[in-house]
């Protein structure tokens, strides 16, 4: 019994001596002595080999490459482990980016193995900077042109993302041989505002990834680097968002060009040579524009523009985009593979994409009126996303009506009549609002708010809200609700 206590006591004992230890070693900082002690030691089994990149070569001029390896290095986790850190301000207004200290050393792994990096300045002026890159010297020949390949593609990456994005819209006065003006594309779509089923969105978004890294296998194989998405479903549905989400996070150029002002085939083979590599360009409503006949710009033309130019002048790192709201009645040479990869289905609203709908713009996880909206999306009724956000940023400051406008209007959808019972309920709002009835913001009630939304839209050219597709946005969503994809 006594060696019973005795061995209790012990280990007591012990498992209070160790947490002491961990208490000492955290709290006080000892840790961080001790694994600098550690890495000493095994620094002594080790031989290394040290790189030198240099700001500047012999001749002053610039090394590319100290730029890369300093914008990889400000977005390394292990920056904020270092002793001395600079914080600056980024470019969006809550961005901070922090940048090391001269004469800091930053850890990185690669390929199981450890590199250091230090930010080497000879003196106070901040001139003669270079970056020393320390490895050992067992790891250079396996990891060593593999990590500056890493370290230029992810630099890349991070300016591409940085870069500001602008919209290009061409235009039919040829001023100076200038086909394109741009304004800066500011957006807001992502891929998190867009309601979809979360499966596809994860697709799409590793599709475009993978494109991305694709440069080597499509020259391998001799083909342009590009790739081609279709995007097809009812007004409303959210096809001009997702360009918009696309190109925000590939951080491309969208060249979206409207086919009623180009002038002939030629005109518009010359306008796709005028686009520059990393951009996304969109043609929008092609199924409209080639049932209307067209007389200046021919079928032939556009399926060249669609392959043919781009294959021809090694163009390189595009995204083609082309919507439609239907592609029953298109001519399947434009959607055989190759010219079309991804064809994407985007379908009238369904339960699922009604509750994003409702958390993205009423805040709305949860709510007592979620299972009557859920019964009447079993019944079969359907409106378009663009319709139900309507409903529900003009009710935003009360979640309840807002969820009861959505069910009175998918009541009413049965017979087709969804479309002008929101025009009613819209109006309501603003004459309640006009008699002070609700304590909602101005602007957005009112038919002139919605009008000024339009035309904000507009301006951005993504949004082409044409009075004869409102009947289509009320269609019964396909059957194959699931199935938007059929290229993925
Ligand atoms: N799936 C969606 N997710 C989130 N918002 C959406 C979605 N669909 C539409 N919306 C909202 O509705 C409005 C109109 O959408 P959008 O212009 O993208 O539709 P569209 O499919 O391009 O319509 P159209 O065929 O008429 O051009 C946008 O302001 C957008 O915020
Ligand atoms: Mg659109």
Redesign the pocket.
């Known amino acids: 019994m006594k060696i019973l206590y005795a061995t209790i006591l012990l280990f007591s004992v012990i498992l209070s001596l160790l947490f002491l230890l961990r208490v000492l070693l955290f709290k006080t900082g000892l840790i961080y002595i001790t694994k600098k002690g550690w890495r000493s030691i095994q620094d002594c089994f080790h031989v290394y080999q040290f790189f030198k990149v240099p700001e500047f070569d012999e001749s002053m001029q610039e090394n590319h490459l100290y730029r890369k390896v300093f914008i990889y290095l400000s977005s390394l986790a292990s920056i904020e482990d270092s002793d001395f850190t600079n914080l600056f301000t980024g470019k969006k207004t809550h961005d901070i980016v922090l940048h090391l200290d001269p004469n800091q050393v930053i850890d990185d792994y690669f390929l199981g193995a450890r590199v250091s990096w230090i930010n080497e300045v000879k003196n106070d002026t901040n001139c003669c900077r270079t970056f020393v890159l320390k490895i050992r010297r067992a790891d250079k020949r396996r990891i060593l042109r593999p990590y500056l390949q890493h370290i230029h593609i992810t630099s890349d990456e991070l300016e591409q993302k940085k870069k500001d994005v602008k919209l290009h819209i061409n235009i039919d006065t040829h001023e100076h041989n200038r086909l394109w003006r741009s304004v800066p594309f500011k957006h807001p779509?992502t891929f998190d505002?867009?309601?979809?089923e979360s499966d596809l969105k994860n697709k799409l978004r590793s599709d475009l990834e993978s494109f991305l890294k694709a440069e080597q296998y499509y020259h391998r194989l001799g083909r342009a680097w590009k790739r081609s998405y279709l995007?097809y479903?009812?007004?409303?549905?959210?096809?001009?968002?997702?360009v918009a989400a696309m190109a925000n996070f590939l951080g491309y150029d969208v060249y979206d060009i409207d086919l009623s002002r180009v002038l002939d085939d030629s005109d518009l083979k010359t306008l796709l040579l005028q686009t520059t590599s990393k951009s996304v360009v969109l043609i929008?409503?092609l199924d409209r524009f080639l049932m209307d006949k067209p007389t200046r710009v021919s079928l032939s033309g556009v399926l060249n523009f669609m392959d043919g130019v781009l294959n021809a002048c090694c163009a390189d790192e595009r995204i083609m985009v082309y919507?439609m709201?239907g592609k029953d009645h298109v001519d399947p040479a434009i959607l055989r593979p190759g010219r079309i990869d991804v064809h994407i289905h985007?379908p009238l609203c369904d339960f699922s994409?009604f509750k994003?709908?409702a958390n993205?713009y009423l805040g709305v996880k949860d709510h007592k009126l979620f299972p009557q909206v859920e019964e009447f999306f079993q019944t079969g009724a359907s409106l378009?996303?663009?319709e139900i956000?309507e409903l529900m940023i003009a009710n935003r400051n009360s979640p309840g009506r807002a969820l009861r406008s959505v069910i009175t209007a998918l009541q009413t959808d049965g017979d087709g009549r969804g479309s002008l019972n929101i025009r009613k309920q819209l109006d309501d709002s603003s004459s309640r609002k006009s008699t002070g009835d609700s304590g909602e913001h101005s602007g957005i009630f009112s038919r002139e708010g919605v009008n000024a939304m339009k035309d904000i839209?507009k301006l951005y050219g993504?949004?082409?809200?044409?009075s004869s597709?409102k009947s289509e946005?009320f269609d019964r969503t396909p059957d194959r609700k699931d199935g938007q994809s059929t290229g993925l």
Do not use: H, Q, V, Y
């Open positions: 779509s505002t867009i309601a979809m995007l479903g009812p007004s409303g549905t959210g096809k001009s968002s997702f929008e409503d919507t709201n985007f994409s994003t709908l993205n378009s996303p663009a956000g839209r993504l949004l082409r809200l044409k597709k946005s």
